[in-house]
């Protein structure tokens, strides 16, 4: 199985803050990656599918990049509302796997 | 616009099986590929499987000896066997859909809690 580590496991930032969130892939995934957002309670929630590409309605400030294995989901101007638990996942191979998950708290 | 919601029981006692099911609102489930996926309290997700209804299928070799996804067209719903079950088993289990079978899970249920215990 293709195994996914993802950094940093929390982080705590200020309104108005850049966050950025990283996968590396134990082998290469193309852009088969998605990132969720999960907030405590919820069902992870679609943001970016194909590395890159933001889900419909997924706030503007949430961008991803990358291919390969190393892959990358930027907050350009963190809102209160971004708190949460964010995921990667890589759908290249089965069976599927999830990065272990980023919690991103506000100051 | 689709919506899904699990069902099933909540406790299940050790070596038994966990069946749950997940009704489909809003559309077909002819038309698209139905995950599970799993997370144990405090931890990540973890896939357990798909089914389309043509028959593809793929499941967790972590699982796979003891898990089967099955369709129901005439109630809408999709179902989830996970037989001899162990405190391990013990997660939310959410049901989810890939809407092309890319592997993009882009509609989920609000998931269910299923304990293992005696």
């Known amino acids: 199985a293709i195994q996914i580590t993802q950094s940093p496991s929390s982080v705590s930032a200020s309104t108005g803050d850049r966050v950025t969130v990283t996968c590396r892939a134990s082998?290469?995934?193309?852009?088969?990656l998605a990132w969720y957002q999960q907030k405590p309670g919820e069902a992870p929630k679609l943001l970016i599918s194909g590395a890159s590409a933001l889900h419909s309605g997924g706030p503007l400030r949430f961008s991803g990049s990358g291919s390969g294995a190393d892959f990358t989901l930027t907050i350009s101007r963190l809102q209160a509302e971004d708190s949460a638990t964010y995921y990667c996942h890589q759908y290249y191979d089965f069976p599927y796997t999830f990065g272990g998950g980023t919690r991103v708290e506000i100051k | 616009q689709v919506h899904l919601q699990e069902s099933g029981p909540g406790l299940v006692k050790p070596s038994e099986t966990l069946s749950l099911s997940c009704t489909v609102s809003?559309?077909?489930?002819?038309?698209?590929?139905w995950n599970w996926i799993r997370q144990a309290p405090g931890k990540g997700l973890e896939w357990v499987g798909f089914m389309h209804i043509r028959g593809n299928n793929d499941y967790n070799p972590s699982l796979k000896s003891r898990v089967a996804i099955s369709l129901d067209t005439s109630k809408n719903q999709f179902s989830l066997k996970l037989t001899s079950v162990t405190a391990a088993d013990t997660a939310i289990y959410y049901c989810?859909?890939?809407?092309?079978?890319?592997?993009?899970?882009?509609?989920w249920g609000q998931g269910t809690l299923v304990t293992v215990s005696s």
């Open positions: 809003g559309g077909s489930i002819s038309s698209y590929y």
């Open positions: 989810a859909r890939d809407p092309v079978g890319g592997g993009v899970l882009d509609v």
């Open positions: 082998r290469s995934v193309g852009t088969y």
